[in-house]
């Protein structure tokens, strides 16, 4: 399924739809270049799943973790990973997360949980295209109800 997205607004208002339709367990990668809204669209989704604090981008740290209903979100950001390997310090296989959002995925490569949903999104000439892929039957109900609710337009923030 694909959109355009005119705006950072639009791209946070995908993010707050996919919050609103989750399902109980997920793991989500994003995947882009810099600046192609991938952090955009994930603070928006953890905003919406109920984080009040601030969400911080986790390029440096690698992870960021927030309590959500249900249990644990993780972010990722592996943009700055050069081998799956160096994973194994984060302690991922201990995880207990409902909620996984990967960035830049394709760097940790099998050490990460397969993808329920992968997101790609790429800058155009009227902002931005994003395409979403569900790998699972239960994944595709996701992306058919994020897109109702998207289309409602009804996500302000």
């Given amino acids: 399924m694909k959109f355009e997205l005119p705006d950072a607004d639009a791209t946070a208002a ?29 603070r928006a989704l953890l905003r919406e799943l109920g984080v009040t604090g601030a969400i911080r981008s986790p390029t440096y740290t690698l992870v960021e973790r927030y309590a959500i209903d249900g249990g644990e979100a993780w972010h990722l950001d592996l943009y700055r990973i050069g081998d799956p390997g160096e ?4 302690g991922l296989d201990a995880a207990d997360a409902v909620l996984w959002l990967v960035e830049w995925p394709e760097r940790g490569a099998a050490a990460l949980p ?14 931005r295209i994003v395409e979403i892929t569900p790998h699972s039957p239960a994944s595709d109900r996701w992306v058919t109800n994020a897109a109702a609710v998207f289309t409602a337009g009804d996500l302000h923030a």
């Avoid at 994973?87 to 984060?90: A, R, V």
């Avoid at 397969?114 to 902002?127: F, K, Q, R, T, V």
Wanted: proline letters at 9%; charged letters at 20%.
């Fill in 87 to 90: 994973l194994d310090f984060l």
């Fill in 114 to 127: 397969a993808p329920d949903l992968g997101i790609h999104l790429e800058l155009s000439p009227s902002g």
């Fill in 14 to 42: 995908l993010g707050r739809a996919l919050a609103r339709t989750r399902p109980p367990r997920a793991v989500v990668h994003l995947q882009g270049d810099l600046g192609a809204g991938k952090s955009t669209l994930a």
